[in-house]
């Protein structure tokens, strides 16, 4: 007989849609706030989004950023402390927008964060209409606690991956562990394979 | 078996553990002492991993933060949320004796060793506190002399958590500092502080910047955002602001 906890029954996910769930997460209705320090909070007037190891850096003012074209999607988020929330509807603009003005032969980017936070992703999970630099949630400006003025949005991977107050990227030929993938997290944090921690 | 942590190269997966202990801290919260055969040992701050199974195979998974200081069995503190699916069980069902899986330790950043320094300083809302005693119990442990000052803000006196080791560990002249504020309501004759952290409550019990504090910072997520901002502004580098947050999880 395989191992149970005497007395534990659960919830049952009545409420997930079937095949929504990744494996360990449950739903909230709520957006929980997870971060490793103070948020920070920079004028839009200072703020800049830089993609550099290019050919040419190229750098877009928050007027340039905001005049590309915008998408909304509504995709569901995955955070690695296990909750999950559903329909969740942003507008950013995409990577594939992004990258396209930038000439070079990457295979991995490290996204980089105002307070020092990075995050290190493989080229081809950011690209293709997979991933986003958002700065609108559920209609409003995105909250700075939510990595406002704009974030990072890469919803098939768990959620520190989409990571808040981005600034810019540095296009890598070699991965590069970024702040949680340096303190245990796993290198890529994909939700449906559970890959959480070191060695998953 | 799928998955593993790492600490200093060691790595475990899922493992069972059994409840040693079950100590009721408040009304609302209790400690789980675990004993874990193949525990590697951990860091004060670190968290681990739940998971509960039921008879049919349903299971859930929580993290929750390790109150036992390194060295010490694997104990963690737990609130019971009210509409929580697995909080209400570790703290109302599980007893000694009865078995759960765990797997960490998991984080290396929310994490505080004598060497780093100090003068340390913790801020804990509510149940925040736990991961926080982790690093009080070590600083004790290792009789480490950083300076370290703990302001802990509960709803009443009931509320408070570890009340009673708190006032042995502020013991001696290289005790921990506590200073508490009760949000809710106070006992007769309580001359503390009696209202939620604000800047000017911080700006008496935070180390001055010019120390070069370490500061920890843990509670829920309006609690931290307002503390570590609060730091912020009284002129702490960002990056020695550590903090942790509960969201809404059960």
């Not at chain 1, 709520?30 to 550099?52: K, N």
């Not at chain 1, 700075?144 to 890469?154: I, K, Q, S, Y």
């Not at chain 1, 768990?158 to 808040?164: D, E, G, N, Q, R």
């Amino acid at each position: 007989m395989s191992f149970f906890t005497r007395g534990f029954e659960g919830r049952r996910r009545d409420d997930a849609p079937e095949g929504r769930l990744p494996p360990g997460q449950y739903l909230t209705g709520g957006f929980p706030v997870l971060s490793a320090g103070p948020t920070p909070h920079t004028r839009l007037e200072e703020w800049t989004f830089a993609v550099e190891g290019g050919a040419e850096p190229v750098r877009w003012s928050w007027n340039e950023f905001r005049a590309l074209p915008s998408e909304t999607v509504t995709v569901d988020i995955h955070c690695v402390t296990r909750w999950s929330k559903l329909d969740t509807t942003w507008e950013g603009v995409s990577m594939d927008t992004l990258l396209a003005e930038v000439d070079h032969d990457a295979s991995y980017v490290l996204a980089f964060c105002d307070g020092g936070y990075t995050t290190n992703l493989p080229l081809e999970d950011v690209t293709d209409a997979k991933a986003w630099i958002a700065h609108t949630y559920d209609g409003e400006p995105l909250d700075p606690e939510h990595g406002g003025p704009a974030r990072l949005l890469v919803p098939h991977l768990y959620f520190w991956k989409s990571a808040k107050w981005v600034r810019g990227l540095r296009l890598l030929d070699d991965d590069e562990p970024g702040f949680w993938e340096s303190n245990g997290y796993h290198l890529r944090g994909d939700p449906w394979r559970e890959q959480r921690y070191w060695g998953d | 078996m799928a998955g593993a942590a790492v600490l200093g190269g060691l790595t475990t997966g899922w493992q069972v553990a059994e409840v040693v202990d079950a100590v009721d801290e408040t009304p609302r919260v209790r400690t789980l002492v675990l004993s874990a055969p193949d525990w590697p040992g951990h860091r004060a701050g670190q968290h681990l991993d739940v998971r509960l199974t039921a008879p049919d195979g349903y299971q859930a998974q929580r993290s929750y933060s390790l109150s036992s200081a390194p060295g010490e069995p694997p104990a963690i503190t737990v609130e019971r949320l009210e509409d929580g699916e697995v909080s209400p069980f570790l703290v109302g069902e599980l007893r000694p004796g009865d078995r759960l899986e765990v797997r960490g330790p998991i984080g290396g950043w929310f994490v505080w060793e004598p060497a780093l320094g100090g003068p340390l300083l913790l801020v804990g809302g509510g149940s925040g506190i736990v991961p926080l005693m982790a690093m009080a119990r070590l600083r004790a442990a290792a009789g480490s002399e950083v300076p370290a000052r703990l302001l802990l803000s509960s709803r009443s006196w009931e509320d408070v958590i570890y009340r009673d080791e708190l006032a042995a560990l502020a013991d001696g002249p290289r005790g921990l500092e506590v200073v508490h504020t009760l949000t809710r309501s106070q006992p007769a004759g309580w001359s503390g502080y009696a209202r939620r952290v604000d800047e000017e409550l911080l700006r008496e019990v935070a180390w001055p910047a010019e120390a070069n504090p370490q500061a920890f910072v843990c509670g829920p997520t309006a609690f931290v955002e307002s503390i570590a901002s609060g730091l912020v502004a009284l002129g702490y580098p960002p990056e020695r602001v550590k903090t942790e947050r509960f969201g809404a999880t059960g």
